[in-house]
């Protein structure tokens, strides 16, 4: 059975961080892309951040570009969303995914292309 769990979220002021982790078993974690989400309130669920199987490539939105890290331990089977700087506005439910092979999109910040999903963990940043 595949389970992704995030920890890490919680209240925060605006320009403090928080750093965020996404723990995944009953898979081989190398084989698996990881992404993060975000869901606000009343709004769609938006792509944050993507990291590739082997690590060596990341993607960003651009409102996190320069703000946020993605990266991998896969000893740990663990991904993590480093988020510094940050603004009210990044307040949400942050979920991370698992996606297996090459995405048929084309692209990682398609929610339709993962395969698993964590329960979600909330960031609040108050200004």
């Known amino acids: 059975q595949v389970h992704l769990v995030e920890s890490g979220g919680g209240l925060a002021q605006a320009g403090g961080s928080l750093r965020l982790s996404c723990a995944v078993s009953?898979?081989?974690?190398?084989?698996?892309?990881m992404g993060w989400f975000r869901q606000a309130p009343g709004k769609e669920r938006e792509f944050v951040a993507a990291?590739?199987?082997?690590?060596?490539?990341?993607y960003y939105r651009d409102s996190v570009q320069g703000r946020f890290t993605i990266s991998r331990d896969n000893a740990k089977s663990t991904a993590y969303l480093q988020m510094n700087s940050l603004k009210p506005e990044d307040t949400a439910v942050y979920f991370c995914?698992?996606?297996?092979?090459?995405?048929?999109?084309?692209?990682?910040?398609?929610?339709?292309?993962?395969?698993?999903w964590g329960q979600g963990t909330q960031v609040t940043v108050s200004s």
């Open positions: 995914a698992a996606d297996y092979g090459v995405p048929s999109s084309g692209t990682y910040s398609t929610a339709n292309e993962y395969d698993y």
């Open positions: 009953g898979v081989t974690f190398s084989s698996y892309a």
């Open positions: 990291i590739s199987w082997s690590g060596g490539s990341t």
